[in-house]
């Protein structure tokens, strides 16, 4: 298996632009969790689906930030409009099962500089 | 609401040396912890997870164990290595079916040769 795809890899871009990170979780895993890591905040949960469907949002910093799953194969997560302080490095994981016992799998990441 | 913290925040050993890391975590109603390893520039690794009813997990010269009514955990590593060089994460999962995880913010590891 490929693992947890992310694209782009690392992503540039100006204030007030539109950006949309991608996942492709592990084939036969039913849920997926978007992350932010930052050297301030550590890592922090933005959003879990289980089996396509958002079960917490809580993590979501602001109304700028959307994220969906049309099916089981993939995710975006979608920041509109950007800011400098949006800048950081974004992961997706995903697991088997999706509740209390199953480990996450990461994704490299997309490395998000916001000028 | 749930903290993590992990002990110490930065370690530089030589090689050959067993060590331990430290994770302690305030809300003992957990249904599992995850260690993780993340290289630079890199996602995480999972290293190894330990259910709430577990008191230890073990893969290779990596030894995790947990004591949930204390609220900690440690990652033993033996005969460490500079391969092991990178920065480790503990991670424990909410008490409820749909808890999410919470991260410590990690130790930075060297080992040089």
């Known amino acids: 298996d490929a693992g947890v795809i992310q694209s782009p890899r690392h992503e540039v871009t100006e204030m007030g632009q539109e950006v949309t990170l991608r996942c492709k979780p592990i084939?036969?895993?039913?849920?997926l969790f978007w992350y932010r890591q930052t050297m301030m905040r550590g890592l922090e949960l933005l959003i879990y689906?289980?089996?396509?469907?958002?079960?917490?949002d809580s993590g979501m910093p602001e109304d700028r930030f959307s994220a969906k799953m049309p099916n089981a194969s993939f995710s975006t997560l979608k920041i509109q409009p950007s800011e400098p302080r949006d800048s950081a490095v974004y992961f997706c994981?995903?697991?088997?099962?999706?509740?209390?016992?199953?480990?996450?799998?990461f994704g490299p990441g997309t490395r998000l500089t916001v000028l | 609401k749930q903290e993590v913290t992990q002990i110490p925040a930065a370690l530089s050993v030589p090689e050959g040396e067993n060590l331990v890391l430290n994770c302690s975590f305030t809300?003992?109603?957990?249904?599992?912890l995850q260690w993780f390893r993340q290289d630079p520039g890199k996602g995480l690794t999972s290293l190894l997870l330990?259910?709430?009813?577990?008191r230890e997990q073990t893969s290779g010269r990596l030894n995790a164990s947990l004591d949930k009514s204390s609220g900690r955990s440690t990652l033993y590593i033996a005969a460490s290595q500079p391969g092991d060089s990178a920065t480790y994460l503990c991670?424990?999962?909410?008490?409820?079916?749909?808890?999410?995880?919470?991260f410590g913010q990690g130790t930075i590891l060297t080992v040089h040769p």
């Open positions: 994981a995903s697991s088997l099962g999706g509740f209390s016992y199953n480990e996450q799998f």
């Open positions: 084939s036969g895993h039913n849920s």
């Open positions: 689906f289980n089996n396509n469907v958002p079960i917490d």
């Open positions: 809300d003992s109603a957990i249904y599992n």
């Open positions: 330990i259910q709430s009813s577990q």
């Open positions: 991670a424990v999962k909410g008490g409820t079916s749909y808890g999410k995880l919470t």
